[in-house]
C-alpha cells in the first residue's frame, strides 16, 4: 500500500519570500501525484496534479511542483508567496489503475503580511 | 449543481446513535468516494463507487460504516452505533472516468461530533 509523508506540519512565512513544500510517497509501481489546497471555509482543491512527461509540473496561482522519481519526492514550490497563499496544503498520490488517493497530513501554510 | 454538495454540514449526535451523512455528486461523474479526516491527520480513504461496479469498501473502519449509492447520483454514508472516536469530518468527492488522471472533486464535508 502507498503512503505519504509531509514533514513541514506548520510553515510561517512572510510574503514575497519563497516557499518550499515538502511531500514523499512510497509506493513501488508508476503513481500519479497532486496537491490539493483548502483555503479557510472553503473546500479542497486540485492545485496541481503530474502522471506522466514532464516532471516539472505547473498549477494555478503560480505554485509548481517536480516529480523526482529517485527521491519519491513531489515538492510543491511557488517563488514568492502572497497573503492570500495561507491554506493548508495536501500532497496525496494514487497508484495507476487505482483511482483512490493516499493523503498526507497537510501542511498549514501561514503568510505573515 | 456545479459542486459537489453534502449534508448537513455539521452534526451532533450522542454516542450509540446512527447518524446518515449525504453526498450529491456533479452532474455526470461517474466514480464517488467518501474520506475522512480527523482532527490533526490526512484524509482517509473509505469507500469508492464506479458505475454499477462493486463498491471498494477497503477503507470503512468497521462494520458499523455502509454506504450506497443511487445509480451514478446521491450517496448515503451511514454509520451505526456512533462512537467518539468516529467524530471527525466526512468528505465526498466525485469524479469523471475518461480523461488520463481524473480530478476528483470534494464537497464542503459533514463534520460530525459524537458526544
Known amino acids: 500500500a502507498q503512503s505519504v509523508s509531509q514533514h513541514n506540519h506548520h510553515v510561517i512565512l512572510s510574503e514575497a519570500a519563497s516557499l518550499e513544500l515538502g511531500c514523499n510517497y512510497s509506493y513501488g509501481g508508476t503513481v500519479n501525484l497532486f496537491w490539493y489546497v483548502q483555503y479557510p471555509g472553503q473546500h479542497l482543491q486540485l492545485l496541481l496534479k503530474y502522471f506522466s512527461g514532464d516532471p516539472l509540473v505547473k498549477g494555478i496561482k503560480g505554485f509548481e511542483a517536480e516529480f523526482i522519481k529517485s527521491k519519491f519526492s513531489f515538492n510543491l514550490r511557488k517563488p514568492s508567496v502572497q497573503w492570500s497563499d495561507t491554506a493548508e496544503y495536501f500532497c496525496?498520490?494514487?497508484?495507476?489503475?487505482?483511482?483512490?488517493?493516499?493523503f498526507g497530513t497537510g501542511t498549514r501554510l501561514t503568510i505573515i503580511p | 449543481g456545479a459542486g459537489v454538495s453534502q449534508s448537513p454540514s455539521n452534526k451532533v449526535t450522542e454516542k450509540g446513535k446512527d447518524v446518515e451523512l449525504r453526498c450529491d455528486p456533479i452532474s455526470g461523474h461517474t466514480a464517488l468516494y467518501w474520506y475522512r479526516q480527523r482532527l490533526g491527520q490526512g484524509l482517509e480513504f473509505l469507500i469508492y463507487f464506479q458505475g454499477n461496479s462493486a463498491p471498494d469498501k477497503s477503507g470503512l473502519p468497521s462494520d458499523r460504516f455502509s454506504a450506497e449509492r443511487t445509480g451514478e447520483s446521491v450517496s448515503t454514508l451511514t454509520i451505526q452505533r456512533t462512537q467518539q472516536e468516529d467524530s471527525a469530518v466526512y468528505l465526498c468527492a466525485s469524479s469523471f472516468l475518461g480523461s488520463p488522471v481524473e480530478t476528483q472533486y470534494f464537497g464542503p464535508g459533514t463534520r460530525l461530533l459524537v458526544l
Open positions: 496525496a498520490v494514487n497508484a495507476h489503475g487505482n483511482e483512490k488517493l493516499t
